[in-house]
């Protein structure tokens, strides 16, 4: 086999990162539907893993290898718990031509240029979304080429407590060129000048693949391909969305693979790994027996605004007692300003604020579980707040 440069001038310089000598990769090609086993796993956190690279660089193929790692690894321990989940774009029938943004490949009726490419997305976060949890392992395969993208997997694994990492196919633009012409050459399209003179310089290897079934991968138009080399934003080690970064070369062999494949291991499902804590901003909040957590919002503080305005005497002031709908505290006492009567459009005023303060349920005791009980004492103390400031 022809020996191919070293491409560690392309990987970010990270401990994480693997390199590796050449060896073979062996592409493969996926038939439609997803790939969903039912598996043994030892670690307690299923992490969300996403493989990103160029076009043709063979991300199908490692993330085939990764499957098949992971298979071992999780079936190594009785009795079957967890499940081992592969999605990608050919496993959900997304074309090659979804991510073409030439205005002449356009359709009539398209509402945008990228409106395919977002459909897509779309599909592959639905598919994520429905499979990750904390007894499963999603390995996500395709371009995954933008930074923002990777962020919003990343948020889904952590509003799940689940970890995720980047599993970096590195391959030089040349090379992965050369398989795309490949298989614009077996298609029956013709590949660019530059894409023929490449391919003439490594036909050897090119027929290679060719005879593993490379060639019968879908393949990009050149001036879609050379578009999406040219949007690709490499992952950063440095930003918590691309972190923990691992990557596997070209020319990375069999035992060089499986070392990064074992880093990830340890580092993902191993002793050492991180708790996943879900920000505030991920939390799905919880929902009461009485509706979901807007509608008793509203619902409670109406009910406090009620009974305020049937208690209070002619001439204001006193304390006004709140039932906070629990056994387990005391009843909660609004403290109204003395020598004046506290009026409707003040309260409503009030509760208002209180509302848009915590639609989401920031400053409330009880994140993640918004019984009403929770509700009812937290706007009590906001009033008496509002009200001694008032005097």
């Known amino acids: 086999m022809t020996s191919h440069p070293s491409l560690s001038s392309l990987l970010p310089q990270t401990?994480?990162?693997?390199k590796a000598k050449i060896e073979k990769v062996q592409p493969h090609k996926w038939s439609a539907g997803l790939l969903l086993f039912s598996l043994a796993a030892a670690p307690t956190i299923m992490p969300l893993i996403v493989v990103s690279g160029l076009p043709t660089s063979g991300k199908s193929t490692r993330a085939k290898q990764l499957y098949d790692y992971l298979a071992g690894?999780?079936?190594?321990t009785n009795p079957p718990k967890y499940?081992?989940?592969l999605?990608?774009?050919?496993?959900?029938?997304i074309s090659r031509a979804v991510y073409d943004l030439a205005p002449e490949t356009l359709r009539l009726h398209t509402r945008s240029a990228n409106s395919s490419e977002k459909d897509a997305r779309a599909a592959l976060y639905g598919a994520v979304k429905r499979v990750l949890s904390d007894k499963d392992f999603v390995i996500l395969d395709g371009l995954n080429y933008i930074k923002g993208w990777r962020y919003q997997l990343h948020c889904e694994a952590k509003a799940v407590r689940t970890p995720s990492c980047i599993l970096?196919?590195?391959?030089?633009?040349?090379q992965a060129r050369k398989v795309n012409s490949e298989r614009l050459r077996q298609a029956g399209s013709p590949p660019t000048s530059t894409g023929s003179e490449l391919l003439d310089a490594d036909s050897s290897h090119a027929q290679q693949r060719s005879a593993s079934g490379a060639g019968a991968a879908e393949p990009y138009e050149q001036h879609n391909w050379d578009n999406l080399v040219f949007r690709y934003e490499e992952p950063n080690p440095m930003t918590r969305w691309d972190s923990p970064l691992f990557a596997v070369l070209w020319e990375d062999d069999e035992a060089q693979t499986k070392r990064t494949f074992d880093d990830l291991w340890d580092a993902m499902a191993g002793e050492g790994r991180k708790v996943v804590k879900p920000n505030q901003s991920t939390i799905q909040r919880g929902r009461d027996a009485g509706g979901d957590y807007l509608y008793i919002l509203e619902r409670e503080t109406q009910d406090i605004v009620k009974t305020i305005l049937e208690q209070q005497g002619e001439e204001g002031g006193g304390n006004i007692r709140i039932p906070l709908n629990t056994g387990d505290k005391d009843d909660a006492t609004v403290e109204l300003p003395a020598g004046k009567r506290v009026g409707l459009p003040q309260l409503q005023r009030l509760r208002r604020a209180f509302v848009s303060l915590n639609r989401g349920g920031i400053g409330l005791d009880s994140v993640g579980n918004m019984a009403s009980k929770g509700m009812r004492e937290v706007f009590v103390k906001y009033l008496n707040d509002a009200f001694e400031k008032d005097e």
Do not use: K, N, Q
């Not at 690894?73 to 190594?76: D, G, L, N, W």
């Open 15 to 18: 401990p994480l990162i693997r």
């Open 73 to 76: 690894r999780v079936a190594e």
């Open 83 to 85: 499940r081992l989940h």
């Open 87 to 93: 999605i990608s774009d050919d496993g959900l029938s």
């Open 168 to 174: 970096r196919v590195a391959c030089s633009p040349d």
